[in-house]
């Protein structure tokens, strides 16, 4: 028998996940900001809602919660992944050209599809409640928590190095 994620760490793992990415969106709000208010805007309204989500997993956790977690990444993945192949369709010149990929995005993505795949057995079929473990489990779970502050890490490099965001806009989008 395989061993699987325990489900009694999952909820930490989402949350990390989550958080994580927060994190990593919170050091581009002031770019995007400073190129087009909006796009600040909705920045912001991203590390909030993740990271009200990442506190309601661990709080509050259910099959609602599990598919608000499943719904929320994947717009936020759509959205980015827009972005990066044809732009977004509205919005400053600078803007709605497609944008060259960098450390904090790819480290978001990471995290977000984790935050998805941690999260689908409970959002669309299994039981939300934990569930017993061995010890295989649990270095399973922590292996992956280390990897998601991993990732977070590396997310947040470019911030800590002096660069919050690895990639600009077009100059007629300032």
Not at 111 to 137: I, M, Y
Not at 142 to 152: E, H, I, P, R, Y
Request: proline residues 6%; aromatic residues 6%.
């Amino acid at each position: 028998m395989p061993i699987g994620f325990p489900d009694r760490f999952r909820p930490v793992g989402v949350s990390a996940a989550l958080i994580g990415s927060a994190l990593v969106h919170a050091t581009v709000v002031s770019d995007h900001y400073s190129g087009w208010v909006l796009a600040g805007l909705f920045f912001l309204a991203l590390q909030v809602s993740e990271t009200l989500l990442g506190l309601a997993v661990l709080l509050a956790w259910s099959r609602r919660v599990a598919i608000a977690v499943v719904a929320g990444n994947l717009a936020t993945l759509g959205v980015w992944a827009m972005s990066r192949t044809v732009g977004v369709p509205f919005g400053p010149p600078g803007f709605s050209a497609p944008e060259p990929v960098g450390t904090a995005d790819l480290a978001c993505v990471v995290l977000e599809l984790a935050a998805v795949a941690l999260v689908l057995p409970c959002a669309f079929g299994r039981d939300t409640r934990p569930a017993r473990s061995g010890s295989a489990a649990g270095a399973l779970a922590l292996a992956t928590l280390v990897g998601l502050l991993a990732v977070t890490g590396w997310g947040l490099g470019p911030a800590i190095s002096g660069d919050a965001h690895d990639h600009h806009h077009s100059a007629a989008a300032r």
